[in-house]
């Protein structure tokens, strides 16, 4: 995990773009840090499509969840503005995997916050974590780099 | 900070009651991940006046900002639910502080969700983090048991 | 249906308690606009499920959709505040029926907002509406008083 | 103001893209009502933009307001969908206005939403409407058409 200085949009492979909406803003008058949960999750969803994690389900009730996110709020961002959030994999273990997220300025190496979040490969109907599939690892390593 | 494991309802002086709400579920038909911050954020606005931290604000512009955050999430949670979210704070540094959130089940040592908030003490104006006042660390140390 | 002058919460069989969170506030510091539709959907809920409407559903993808709906604002709502939502049907026809909605500020007869939803009964797979079952007629007709 | 069926975006002198995003949905698994409203708001404050109707604020506690809203489901959206919606000014009173909105498939003549917003010009520090400005009068009327 490079450090968060030195991170830039060209390291990505999937920069997916975010238009900030004005009711994006709570009562401060900036973006509301709980909405930043909400773009990391419009880059993971795009992410999950993107590396196809989704075609090697072994079962109906198999599905992502997320375990643990962590986010680091680096600047205040304000309606109106453009970001890209940068997402990549960077740990794939044997039932859960951990995605890096970065949100920058549009077109710009401006970071506004980063994070990580470690997902489980769950059995809903089991409630409980199974094993990742081995082509859905092989996607997700893919989204590695 | 003690384990997650071992936390419970009565180690919190101010526990906030959450009534999950229909809409705060997403297409998974749980309750959203970012949605847990907002229980968070809201858990921490009734803190911020039970302590009284904004009696002692220096300057108009001085506000508390989010630095980082992490949440783990223990247990899926679905509509209808009532929740309690426990909150106090466990570290009070020169600029910021760190409040710990647990959130429980109503009326159950049954832990749903955890994580941590570093927030600074920030003078918008000047975008900046300024010195916490000696009564709002007072305030805040009062929310440490 | 009423005036809106002179409905009062007593004129409600089904009144349901609404806490204003902080993240509900935008930009302007008062409750989004937005939301005010969140609260009406939170009374909504609680009113099918008051009235039982489902237990009569006669196919597994027969579901309420959301037709049309109407909302008066009539006071700005800032946190923090407890409200209350008045809700009953106002109509039942072959295939759709109305509810009228009143937020009031709890334990007063102080109405923030009104309005009306037309909800039809959809068979989601055929994506069309279908008459409603005779029973949930019934229920909602329960709902009217 | 032309019927829904024959509205088109070539009607619009703006028509303002809105990207859904995954949480848009609601547990039901398609774009939830409240949202519609929050698309709505988006294109609202281009709209403002546009036409400048803040350029001529008389005072410093003068802004809009929403008088009341409605809102016709007429598809249901669910992720990923583009969306354009148009927005134009249908009437200008002496102290309020009236906006009509439609939401159509991106790129298609296709409605998904259409509805009117009442906004009231308003001085927050007093309370009640105030006469629009001249100038903000005649900056909406150039976005009627």
């Known amino acids: 995990m490079a450090s968060a200085c030195s991170t830039l949009r060209k ?3 999937l920069l997916v773009p975010i238009t900030v909406r004005w009711g994006d803003m709570d009562a401060y008058g900036h973006v509301n ?4 949960s ?6 993971r969803m795009k992410f999950f499509e993107w590396v196809r994690v989704f ?15 962590t ?16 997402i990549r994999c960077i740990k794939v273990g044997t039932k859960s995997f951990t995605l890096e997220h970065f949100l920058f300025r549009a ?13 489980a ?4 109907a089991a409630g409980k974590a199974v094993p990742l599939p081995e082509q859905s690892k ?3 390593s893919a989204g590695m780099h």
Not at 55 to 69: L, M, N, Q, T, W
């Open 71 to 86: 986010i680091n709020y680096r600047q205040q961002v304000h309606y109106p503005a453009e970001l890209e959030a940068g």
């Open 55 to 69: 075609d090697y389900k072994e079962g109906e009730r198999h599905a992502p969840a997320i375990v643990s996110a």
């Open 38 to 43: 909400t773009y990391f999750e419009t880059a």
């Open 33 to 36: 840090n709980a909405t930043f």
């Open 107 to 119: 077109g710009a190496d401006e970071i506004v916050a980063d994070g990580t979040t470690v997902i």
């Open 138 to 140: 092989d996607a997700l």
């Open 11 to 13: 390291d990505f492979g």
């Open 121 to 124: 490969w769950v059995d809903y």
